[in-house]
């Protein structure tokens, strides 16, 4: 019983000292409240780059045209939140489907659920997922009018990112191996 008591006091007396470090934030330092700004813009009007990778994270959706590895897929991506995205795509004539859950990307066909198809995880990666892979440049350089391009630093690929005037991106190629078209949802 005694040892309960003395680990119980040293446990307050840890607490006491861990909270009597603690520094308020004075009054006139409000908390940085995040906001979604308009998108701004680099020389000539062109979108930035951080911009168009922040509305394909957060997009509620958009139709695209993706070919790679052989594979030429076309469909829909809807998001109801991040995190909680679904797939509807069309390959060799067939339609699949897939979404997000608690047990990961469940694909469906015919409304069944099914095992992933070869080519599944990775085009539903290249969809919902904004990968923004550190670049040898150290940033994506504008390459022309609503042109940017960078070099992955792990993959030497380059990539050629296109972005429409609401900064929003329209095409992505990785070298000669993909090729993604984004639209407006149909």
Known sequence: MRCKRLTKYAFLIVLAAACSRETKTPPSEAPATVTTAPTSTTAAGTPRYEDA????????????????????????????????????????????????????????????????????NRLFQRVTVAFDPEKSEGQAELAGPRHYRFTDANSAAVH???????????????????????????
């Not at 050629?160 to 949802?185: H, K, P």
Request: glycine letters at 12%.
């Open 53 to 120: 990778v922040r509305w394909f994270r957060t997009t509620p959706g958009f139709h695209f045209v993706i070919e790679e590895a052989g594979v030429r897929a076309e469909g829909e991506m809807a998001r109801s939140t991040v995190g909680a995205e679904e797939v509807r795509v069309t390959v060799n004539g067939e339609e699949w489907s897939a979404k997000t859950s608690a047990q990961g990307v469940v694909w469906k066909r015919a409304g069944k659920e099914v095992p992933p198809p070869d080519w599944g």
């Open 160 to 186: 050629n990112v296109g972005v429409n005037d609401a900064g929003q991106i329209e095409t992505i190629t990785i070298g000669n191996t993909v090729s993604m078209t984004l639209s407006r949802q149909q």
